[in-house]
């Protein structure tokens, strides 16, 4: 079993930028596959990025593509989410999520769940 907790939300204008991290307890980091998902106001949540258990492997929804950047430190327990040049509709919560299965972009196919950090994104 793991546990997440995200930090690093906040108030940005768009075009600026900001850093999600995930800090991981429990069993060992480096055997779950990681991802970030959204949820905005009124939407289903969303995949934003995954990655595999060494990091040499990632998967981004095409909105993120160019702009956001997952990594994981296996040494730290920490799963980061650099965002990049923000824009309005990039305003959610944003969840980390871990599986010990591969690396996916199904919001079902993950059994642990951070509590999620506010990203808001100012015009």
């Known amino acids: 079993q793991v546990q997440l907790v995200e930090s690093g939300g906040g108030l940005v204008q768009a075009g600026g930028s900001l850093r999600l991290s995930c800090a991981a307890s429990g069993r060992t980091f480096s055997t779950y596959s990681m991802g970030w998902f959204r949820r905005a106001p009124g939407k289903e949540r969303e995949f934003v990025a995954a990655?595999?258990?060494?990091?040499?492997?990632?998967d981004y929804t095409e909105s993120a593509k160019g702009r956001f950047t997952i990594s994981r430190d296996n040494a730290k327990n920490t799963l980061n989410l650099q965002m990049n040049s923000l824009k309005p509709e990039d305003t959610a919560v944003y969840y980390c999520?871990?599986?010990?299965?591969?690396?996916?972009?199904?919001?079902?196919?993950?059994?642990?769940w951070g509590q999620g950090t506010q990203v808001t994104v100012s015009s």
């Open positions: 999520a871990a599986d010990d299965t591969v690396m996916s972009r199904y919001g079902h196919q993950y059994t642990y």
């Open positions: 990655i595999d258990l060494s990091g040499s492997a990632t």
